[in-house]
């Protein structure tokens, strides 16, 4: 004989139903407890438990303070699994974005694939074909030196005859119509140089990343300030160093720079790590930052106020940029978009790294 169904497997059902009969929308918020409770004559702590298992199952997901809103599970028709492949993982601004990501695929049921290419062009491609050959509704990529990457054409076409999905992060892809979620990097090296223009410097050095659009874009800012102040691109005192020679390139560009007879007044660095390592070669120099030598960086990580000198920076979105890139790869797998596009005001955050001439 059948056991009679409990109160809370009523209440669970009958949100399901909703759910699988399309009554709802993802997003959609549900009543309250008070109402639920109401509606079906039971008590809170029932509906407390039917709303705790939908939850658990990824039916429904809670926002503190706002409470509870359909996930859309239909398990027969969506695939629940989103790929995420950064250039690293653990340190820097990675973790933040990686983690709003998480927290956002979770709350809509979905479970997150970590992939990491350690900005390396054939890793990144092992992690395609990888991704490719597990059942994945969608990716989230950032791309690996993506100044002379293209994605690995045959692996998009593969993922595309799948219908995954995919947005791009912190570069675009190399297609103009394809989904990316982006600061405005060259705004950026503008808004910084413009900055040190504006403070009085006029011999202003540069050191960027030459093998991905971030550092190629932040370059394109700086010489655009500088244009403006009618002052001529000085290619002497800009450093462009690529990923494999990184470490020892900062080392000798910044020991070339110190040593010059008339020394640049300021430096803009392609993020918050590189000007750490300046800073730390100007000591070792003598020079004292921001007396002697200006400095400004991408980012705003936690490095960026964790020496002596605060750095002043762009700020990078972290957390937000996973939140959005995973509401994007949610819809885009759902179907409610097709490629969304998404770029970030620079904003600089000004600290004590910079002196007026």
Known sequence: MKEAETKHEIIEKYYISLIEDKMVSAGDQLPSENEIAN???VSRHTV????TYLVQEGWIYKERGKGSFYSNKRSSEIKKNVAVLTTYISDY???KIISGIEEELRKKGYNLLLFNSNNDIENERICFEN???????????????STINNLHHDSIKKLEKKNTKYIAINANCDEENSAYIVVDDEQGG???????LELGHKSIAALFKADDLQG??????YIKALNEYDLSFDKTIVGEYITDNQEMYIDQFTKKILSLKEKPTAIVCYNDKVAL???DNCRKEGIKVPKDLSIVSFDDSSLAVSSDVKLTTIKHPKEDMGIRAAKC???MIEGRIDKPQYTYNAELIVRESCSRV
Do not use: S, W
């Open 39 to 41: 509606q079906f004559k």
């Open 48 to 51: 407390r438990q039917a709303l």
């Open 93 to 95: 601004i990675f973790p």
């Open 131 to 145: 991704i490719i050959n597990q059942d994945i509704a969608g990716l989230i990529v950032e791309p690996a030196q």
């Open 190 to 196: 503008y808004k910084l140089t413009n900055y040190l």
């Open 216 to 221: 190629e874009k932040r370059r394109k800012g």
């Open 277 to 279: 390592k300046v800073i």
């Open 329 to 331: 790869i949610i819809d």
